[in-house]
């Protein structure tokens, strides 16, 4: 075990798997939120590079069959709708995933936890900024955001579904544009921090052992969407969500 994952105990390996369970359950009722459940659990007792490490390959995966759900043609469609959004946010991503081994612990627990209880605030509260339609500027700015924040952090979602949010897109567009706007960012992650040193040999492991995990509690997720309201759950998905924001910031400043 310890020749496999040198930098992990086997409790602790257990409770990582039991975070990949939860962090694949609240993808399959919402569409995203995945690598925040990951990156809020696992920080709780490994070092932030090494929770990103973990997320990137099962987050792959959860974002590659989420994208495909209703077929390659409308992926595809999706990706030519959202291609400024994606070339701009693939870039930004690339850039910032460069700092990541340089970025102090608390900066990073920072730019997570913040935008990310500012986001669950607002939509717990019924707060939605509307757009008249697909702009050049609104997409280049919610790009840069969205890939700036993931390429630190593996997080890209609060930004990217407050932009979805603010243009009315419908639900099943919605999930199925995540899908693809989060597989593609995943695909960069895993360059970039093939690049960066955070995806190296100690760690890769550690990452494809939460894919089975992860694919499990997305499959039940799936289901619990198709029979229950999924309003309810979005809104209790949010407010976990909000707890894990104030989390990673009470230990960036007040532990």
């Known amino acids: 075990m310890e020749t496999v994952f040198p930098l992990l105990s086997p409790y602790e390996l257990g409770l990582a798997a039991l975070i990949a369970i939860i962090a694949g359950f609240v993808k399959g009722v919402v569409g995203f939120a995945m690598p925040l459940v990951f990156i809020s659990g696992l920080t709780t007792f490994m070092a932030p590079e090494l929770a990103l490490a973990g997320l990137i390959v099962p987050t792959l995966v959860a974002n590659g069959h989420q994208a495909l759900r209703q077929g390659v043609e409308a992926a595809v469609v999706s990706t030519i709708k959202f291609k400024l959004f994606l070339m701009v946010g693939g870039l930004a991503l690339m850039i910032s995933a460069q700092f990541v081994r340089v970025f102090p612990e608390q900066a990073m627990m920072t730019v997570i936890g913040v935008p990310v ?40 979602g609060p930004p990217t579904v407050a932009y979805l949010t603010a243009l009315d897109t419908p639900k099943q567009d919605q999930m199925r544009v995540q899908g693809v706007i989060y597989g593609l960012g995943a695909v960069a992650l895993l360059v970039a921090h093939l690049v960066s040193g955070v995806l190296r040999a100690e760690t890769i492991g550690f990452s494809i052992a939460m894919v089975p995990a992860a694919y499990l509690g997305m499959r039940i997720g799936m289901l619990v969407m198709d029979r229950i309201d999924q309003s309810a759950f979005r809104r209790a998905t949010l407010f976990v969500l909000f707890l894990a924001g104030l989390n990673l910031i009470r230990r960036a400043w007040f532990t």
């Open 117 to 156: 209880t500012f986001f669950a605030i607002l939509q717990l509260a019924g707060y939605k900024v509307r757009l008249a339609g697909q702009s050049k500027p609104a997409e280049f700015v919610a790009g840069v955001i969205a890939g700036g924040l993931g390429g630190v952090s593996g997080i890209w």
